[in-house]
């Protein structure tokens, strides 16, 4: 027996490494509702990512980490929904994953029996390597996410370029090579120089999706606010703003704003006998 959710997409994490294998890059966005989702789906998004980023651009949180297991898993299914073939990856947020296996794994498959997501992703490295353990050993698929960990801003203090330094990247490099031997199937590089993300892509065989790691990675992500430009006042430099939905849709208000006060809206034909 398999439920309705399951019937409706029958995708696995090796789509991206066949796609890596082929040497396609791979597209993914986040999203996180259905009607989004449904939209960069339909558009062909590779890969669709549920990020915590939701804390920030669902929420109006300054960070990650106020949001809740229960919220990630609301918007994962909200997300799902929306999706007829496209891959989907949910982030787990703070706290859940970080050091207490066993738990880790409770909230893992929570997110995995609830909502639908294909695999889940992780932030951090050698120091979580039990909970991944753990977890892939459950049947999950796991993305580790790697270089800046914004769960870890109150540690760093910035959301500066991570590993630049040898020592550092050294410790990536390492951390890189232990996910893949773990049994991850992919690696998400977070603001790193583009450089060090060329040889890491290199010297692993599974996928790593890149932001703000340059364009040696084997795919890109933005979140969605970013790249359609309804957060114009986050811009790193590497953003690239595809749309500029703010100004639309500020623009719609205003018009429709005007329509009402003026009894232009609606019209005979937009109203009933
Ligand atoms: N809208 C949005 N986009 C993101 O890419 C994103 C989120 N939210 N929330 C979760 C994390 C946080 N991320 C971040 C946050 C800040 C910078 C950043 O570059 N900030 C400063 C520079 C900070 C510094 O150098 O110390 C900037 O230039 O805006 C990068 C990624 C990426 N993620
Ligand atoms: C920025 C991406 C990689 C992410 O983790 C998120 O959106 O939460
Ligand atoms: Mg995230």
Request: charged share 25%; aromatic share 6%.
């Amino acid at each position: 027996m398999s439920t309705y959710i399951e019937e409706k997409r029958k995708v696995t994490s090796h789509i991206l490494w066949e796609m890596k294998q082929r040497g396609e890059k791979i597209s993914m966005l986040t999203a996180y509702d259905y009607s989004m989702a449904r939209i960069i789906d339909q558009a062909g998004i590779d890969c669709i990512l549920i990020g915590d980023s939701a804390s920030n651009t669902m929420a109006g949180n300054a960070t990650t980490l106020p949001i809740t297991l229960d919220q990630m898993i609301y918007h994962a299914k909200c997300v799902v929904q929306g999706v007829e073939n496209v891959f989907v990856i949910a982030d787990m947020p703070f706290g859940t994953c970080s050091g207490d296996p066993l738990k880790s794994l409770s909230s893992a498959i929570r997110m995995m029996k609830e909502t639908g997501v294909n695999a889940i992703k992780i932030e951090g490295g050698k120091e979580i390597q039990e909970d991944i353990r753990k977890i892939i050993d459950a049947g999950i698929p796991v993305m580790a996410h790697l270089g800046l960990m914004p769960q870890s801003i109150n540690k760093y203090g910035t959301y500066g370029v991570r590993a630049k330094d040898e020592k550092e990247a050294k410790k990536l490099i390492e951390d890189c090579l232990l996910m893949e031997e773990l049994g991850c199937f992919g690696i998400l590089l977070e603001k790193i120089p583009a450089s060090l993300a060329s040889i890491i892509s290199r010297k692993i065989k599974i996928p790593t999706i890149g932001i703000g790691a340059g364009n040696g990675a084997d795919g890109q992500v933005l979140v969605i606010q970013d790249a359609m430009g309804m957060n114009k006042n986050f811009a790193p430099k590497f953003v690239r703003r595809y749309a500029d939905l703010e100004s639309t849709m500020r623009e719609a208000t205003l018009n429709y704003i005007q329509d009402v006060k003026t009894s232009s809206f609606p019209n005979e034909s937009e109203s009933y006998k």
